[in-house]
């Protein structure tokens, strides 16, 4: 794996009063945040704005906000405030393998980007205003761009886009899935904890022939499709369906039921009915394969540094 030859990059006396300086002009800065500390990850601090910049770009992106339950905002800033904890993870690995972001480079990538902001008439201060920035999450900023982009560009080549589409080739192949679901819905759903034991019940019944999923689906399922014995159709990897029920189905053989999974809609108990293969090549699916091997990259180093980092969560956001 390419790393940085630390050896190429000189001392230099300079880059050392620069980052003192700036590290001056940053700890006047700080004492203007008032994000409040959400989660700590190790020693790094996740705070109460930088988890609302993530809502903000999210809802803003997606023009969703008027649209969200109560159930479906919880979900969401869950969901948000679990990525940024991977995210640290990640960073954390790649220092800690020797493939992040340190020492000289940060100096010399920092004193990069403020000479460009200069440029353009922009100093730092104004800038990481603008931006909603503290100084730490500027730095992480600049660290996660280059070290993960860097990161990952390390295994993008034929030979892994290869083996992942034969570790995973239902997902990229074309392979279809006829499903059928069991479904209470979020607004119904008082205590997650109960509605979930009563679908494991059901699963149970079904699995041991004393209900079919059919009448299961008729008794118990909040969806449309329980007039049509709970079938939704057809579906691929990458459509139509929210991606935690599209794991659990691609996780399935025909035949076979799903534990409860939960996504926006409320809590299912997923069925395969029928697959169909596909017939795509690992080369006509480079794009996708890109992109789940990115996520596979940042699951997996956040799962690896985990093992070894304490993470907080102090409040709700």
């Known amino acids: 794996m390419h790393r940085i030859d630390q050896t190429r990059l000189a001392f230099d006396l300079r880059i050392n009063q620069f980052a003192v300086v700036l590290m001056l002009m940053l700890f006047a800065f700080t004492s203007m945040s008032n994000g409040q500390t959400i989660a700590t990850v190790g020693d790094s601090e996740i705070t109460q704005s930088q988890l609302q910049r993530e809502w903000d770009l999210l809802i803003k992106s997606q023009g969703a906000d008027k ?12 969901t948000i405030l679990e990525k940024e904890i991977n995210r640290q993870l990640v960073l954390q ?33 104004s800038h990481l205003r603008d931006q909603g920035l503290t100084p730490m999450e500027w730095e992480q900023r ?99 369906m929210p991606a935690s029920f599209t794991r659990a189905a691609f996780a399935l053989k025909p035949g076979s039921i799903s534990k409860p999974v939960s996504t926006s809609f409320g809590l299912h108990l997923i069925t395969v009915l029928e697959e169909k293969p596909g017939n795509k090549t690992w080369q006509q699916t480079r794009k996708a394969l890109r992109e ?13 540094q985990r093992e070894k980092t304490e993470v907080k969560i102090l409040r709700k956001w």
Request: hydrophobic share 35%.
């Open 142 to 240: 600049l660290k996660w761009q280059v070290g993960w982009h860097r990161y990952v560009e390390n295994y993008m080549n034929d030979e892994n886009y290869k083996n992942f589409f034969n570790q995973n080739r239902r997902q990229y192949d074309g392979t279809q899935l006829k499903v059928a679901h069991i479904l209470i819905r979020t607004e119904n759903i008082k205590d997650q904890a109960s509605e979930s034991a009563l679908l494991t019940s059901v699963k149970s019944e079904i699995e041991s022939d004393k209900l079919s999923f059919t009448a299961a689906a008729a008794q118990h399922s909040q969806s449309p499709s329980a007039k049509k014995d709970g079938e939704l159709g057809w579906i691929e990897w990458v459509q139509p």
């Open 67 to 78: 649209a969200l339950t109560d159930s479906e905002r919880e979900q969401l800033r869950k």
């Open 93 to 125: 690995f790649l220092d800690a393998s020797g493939q992040g972001v340190v020492g000289t480079e940060l100096d010399l990538l920092k004193r990069k980007t403020i000479n460009e902001l200069k440029q353009l008439g922009i100093t730092l201060s």
């Open 292 to 304: 789940g091997m990115r996520d596979f990259l940042f699951t997996w180093s956040a799962d690896q």
